[in-house]
């Protein structure tokens, strides 16, 4: 069983950037991919980045490639995403998945570990 923690949300101007951090506990951490995903009012959770179990393959949905980076810390147990350049249609609630397997994917149905969610606002 896992338990997954995010932080680092909060508002913030457009242009500007928010650093969201998932601490993981109760697997081990570095056995599995990790994702975040997002959900905005009224819409669909949407993926957002995915990472191997390694740190070396990521894969990042095109509405925010070349802004937002995730990367990992398995020594930390801890995933991130970087969010530069945000804007206001980024304003959504980031949630951190756990992967049922070692490969970075964009399926939801991929993931079985769930957090609780942090909200971002981005302000225009």
């Known amino acids: 069983q896992a338990q997954l923690v995010e932080s680092g949300g909060g508002l913030v101007q457009a242009g500007g950037s928010l650093r969201l951090s998932c601490a993981a506990s109760g697997r081990t951490f570095s056995n599995y991919a990790m994702g975040w995903f997002r959900q905005a009012p009224g819409k669909e959770r949407e993926f957002v980045a995915s990472i191997n179990w390694s740190g070396g393959t990521t894969i990042v949905a095109d509405s925010v490639k070349g802004r937002f980076t995730i990367s990992r810390d398995n020594a930390k147990n801890t995933v991130y995403l970087q969010m530069n350049s945000l804007k206001p249609e980024d304003t959504a609630l980031y949630y951190c998945?756990?992967?049922?397997?070692?490969?970075?994917?964009?399926?939801?149905?991929?993931?079985?570990?769930w957090g609780q969610g942090t909200q971002v606002t981005v302000s225009s």
């Open positions: 998945a756990q992967s049922a397997g070692v490969f970075a994917a964009r399926f939801d149905g991929q993931y079985n570990y």
